[in-house]
């Protein structure tokens, strides 16, 4: 059988995604190739949320003609995902040695298609159609992934797509309509993870707060959001919950109060803010205001000061003036963020934002995200001094990524926390000193180390 190759770029979705249709391959036979060099068929899941994503991908995908085309021509090259979905047949014109396009309602016919392609049946495969229910199909998980060892989190995939419309974002033209699956059959999905041996789960969409809004009824007051985190909270052996990503507006009492109630939600939230500036967050189409983005992150602090927030942030979005960006920096200061993402505003075709006058040249956006992440360094540095000294808890995952003689694990807060340990450790919930802090990284002591 042909071995496979998938290179993924973007976000956490991607990844999860990418995930399930190299497991959907090796299930029927293929197996996972160590590098392009030596695949059978190699395929870049892509990201369109910024421009210089999608030329990354076509970069890597000219790249791949010239090089391992030329001396391998029977290779298969395929795209899949957000720039598969928003371009189609486009990227066969433009780059004629692809053969497969698999837009994002399609990953679960990869096995389908690549199979025509072998025999002959098809030569070159564009499917970026809609498909009802294609949100369940995204099910299948490789455990294993990179590393020798076993997993320890996994990502389940709950709802595909976002209705809200943000005037800069492409994703509701690449992901579609708000598509949410239904509760037990996610429940199913990560208690069979459980009894893998993962111990975290993240649960991943577009806007995961609204999921099974338009199918699940509020009950006592709970959202069908925050119904799921109770389903999956029932689950016997799984140790932490976590979910990315959410909207603001999601966050109700309700979730807000779900933190108090269930243990295994962790005090970590990823809460995209975007702007400081009441003006930016309008012609965003953001559907909040600075003072209720603020008053979501109090009461969230309040029912846990040890909270760890992080944010995403566009600079640069037409007609920022230096007073809006000014507000944005407050924002940031008020917040005090552990971590906040920043991003140069980057139009994005067929989005209301693109045509919006008083699109800024590149130097103020160059200009604006280094002030900005002076500021976010700044801040979280003080975050990460903070811990030094103290015992927290962590999960480990396994070997730290830059130096793999020793072992990785996270905070409930969400942060990287590197020691001396070995393979024995991982999957162990421990109590770790903190001994140093580096950039969004800790140490810990291996001295100090309290196995539970
Ligand atoms: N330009 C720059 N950043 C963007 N994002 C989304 N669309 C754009 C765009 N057109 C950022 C937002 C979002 C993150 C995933 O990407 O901050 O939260």
Avoid: W
């Amino acid at each position: 059988m042909p071995s496979v190759y998938i290179k993924t770029y973007g976000c956490q979705m991607n990844e999860r995604d990418s995930e399930a249709v190299a497991a959907q391959l090796v299930a029927k036979g293929y197996t996972l190739a160590s590098s392009e060099a030596v695949a059978d068929v190699v395929l870049l899941n892509t990201c369109s949320v910024r421009d210089a994503a999608e030329q990354k991908a076509i970069g890597k995908m000219q790249n791949l003609a010239a090089e391992i085309r030329r001396n391998r021509p029977e290779v298969v090259l395929g795209f899949m995902g957000c720039m598969a979905q928003s371009r189609g047949q486009q990227l066969i014109d433009q780059l004629p040695d692809v053969d497969l396009v698999i837009g994002t309602q399609k990953f679960h016919r990869t096995a389908d298609y690549l199979d025509d392609i072998f025999a002959g049946t098809r030569t070159k495969v564009v499917d970026v159609d809609e498909e009802q229910g294609s949100e369940a199909a995204i099910r299948e998980h490789i455990l294993n992934g990179n590393t020798a060892g076993k997993s320890v989190t996994a990502f389940v995939s709950i709802m595909q797509g976002c209705n809200q419309y943000c005037t800069f974002c492409i994703v509701p033209y690449t992901r579609g309509e708000e598509r949410s699956r239904a509760i037990p059959d996610i429940v199913a999905e990560c208690r069979e993870l459980v009894g893998r041996g993962v111990k975290e789960i993240t649960l991943l969409g577009q806007i995961v707060t609204s999921f099974g809004k338009r199918d699940i009824p509020v009950k006592d007051g709970r959202s069908g959001f925050v119904q799921l985190l109770e389903a999956v909270h029932e689950i016997d052996g799984l140790e932490r919950i976590r979910f990315t990503s959410p909207h603001p507006k999601g966050y109700g009492d309700d979730l807000v109060e779900a933190y108090a109630r269930l243990p295994k939600l962790v005090e970590s939230a990823h809460i995209p803010v975007q702007s400081g500036s009441d003006r930016l967050l309008k012609a965003m189409h953001r559907g909040y205001t600075r003072e209720r983005y603020l008053g979501i992150i109090e009461k969230l602090r309040r029912v846990n000061p040890g909270m760890g927030i992080t944010t995403d942030i566009i600079v640069g979005f037409p007609g920022e003036t230096e007073m809006d960006f000014e507000e944005t920096l407050s924002l940031a200061r008020e917040v005090e963020f552990d971590n906040a993402y920043i991003f140069k505003y980057s139009p994005r075709r067929d989005t209301p934002a693109a045509d919006l006058p008083g699109q800024l040249p590149q130097e103020v956006k160059e200009e604006r995200n280094a002030r900005l992440l002076e500021l976010v360094n700044e801040i979280g540095a003080h975050h990460y001094e903070k811990y030094v000294g103290r015992q927290t808890q962590i999960l480990v995952e396994g070997p730290s990524k830059r130096n793999s003689i020793r072992m990785m694990g996270r905070t409930r807060s969400n942060k990287i926390v590197v020691f001396d340990g070995s393979e024995r450790h991982r999957g162990q919930l421990m109590d770790v000193k903190i001994s140093r802090a580096g950039s969004f990284t800790l140490y810990g002591d291996p001295a100090i180390i309290n196995l539970e």
